[in-house]
T-cell receptor
C-alpha cells in the first residue's frame, strides 16, 4: 500500500523567512496530494492541494510543487508569520469519491517574531 | 453549504466504560465518511470508513466499532474502553465525486 514520508519533523524559522516541507510517496498511482494545517487543539484544515496533472500550484504565500518522476511533493510558505505556526500534514491518495488518504507524520512549524 | 458536527467535544471516561461518539454531516447526501484517531502529538490514523448506510470497513483491528445508521450519521463505539483509547477522534467526509476530505471539530477523549 501507499506510504508517505514527511520531513522535517520540526522546523523553526524567523518571521519573514521561507519554510519548505517535503513529502515522498511510494505508490505511483497516487494522483491527489493535499496539505492540511492543524493548529493546537483544532481540526486539520485543508490549505492547498495539487493533482498529478499539475506541477505547481500557488495561493498567495503558499505553494505546492509536485515531481511525479521522483514521487515527491513539497509545501513552500514564503514571508512566514507567527500565525503560520502549526503542525502541517501532507497526504496522498488515488481516484475520486471513496479514497483513503495516507498521511505523513506531520511537521511542527514554529515561526518566531 | 456543507457542515460537519461531532459530539461531545470532550469526554472523560473510566477504563472499562462504554463509548459512543457521534458525527453528522449537513448539506450533502451520500457522503463518504471516515473516523480517524490522533494520539497526543502524533499523526492521523484511519480507523473506519463508510461509503453508505450500513457499510463499514475497518482499517485497524482494535477495541472500537463503527456504525452508519443513517446516510449522514456515523457513530464510533466501544463496549469497554482501554487507557490506550485516549486521543483526539476526528470524523471526516468527502462527496462521491470529490477528492478532498473535510474534518469535523473532533472529540477529545481521555480514558482514566
Amino acid at each position: 500500500g501507499e506510504n508517505v514520508e514527511q520531513h522535517p519533523s520540526t522546523l523553526s524559522v524567523q518571521e519573514g523567512d521561507s519554510a519548505v516541507i517535503k513529502c515522498t510517496y511510494s505508490d505511483s498511482a497516487s494522483n491527489y496530494f493535499p496539505w492540511y494545517k492543524q493548529e493546537l487543539g483544532k481540526r486539520p484544515q485543508l490549505i492547498i492541494d495539487i493533482r498529478s496533472n499539475v506541477g505547481e500550484k500557488k495561493d498567495q504565500r503558499i505553494a505546492v510543487t509536485l515531481n511525479k518522476t521522483a514521487k515527491h511533493f513539497s509545501l513552500h510558505i514564503t514571508e512566514t508569520q507567527p500565525e503560520d505556526s502549526a503542525v502541517y500534514f501532507c497526504a496522498a491518495s488515488k481516484g475520486t469519491g471513496f479514497q483513503k488518504l495516507v498521511f505523513g507524520t506531520g511537521t511542527r512549524l514554529l515561526v518566531s517574531p | 453549504s456543507q457542515t460537519i458536527h461531532q459530539w461531545p467535544a470532550t469526554l472523560v471516561q473510566p477504563v472499562g466504560s462504554p463509548l459512543s461518539l457521534e458525527c453528522t454531516v449537513e448539506g450533502t447526501s451520500n457522503p463518504n465518511l471516515y473516523w480517524y484517531r490522533q494520539a497526543a502529538g502524533r499523526g492521523l490514523q484511519l480507523l473506519f470508513y463508510s461509503v453508505g448506510i450500513g457499510q463499514i470497513s475497518s482499517e485497524v483491528p482494535q477495541n472500537l466499532s463503527a456504525s452508519r445508521p443513517q446516510d449522514r450519521q456515523f457513530i464510533l463505539s466501544s463496549k469497554k474502553l482501554l487507557l490506550s483509547d485516549s486521543g483526539f477522534y476526528l470524523c471526516a467526509w468527502n462527496g462521491i465525486s470529490q477528492e478532498t476530505q473535510y474534518f469535523g471539530p473532533g472529540t477529545r477523549l481521555l480514558v482514566l
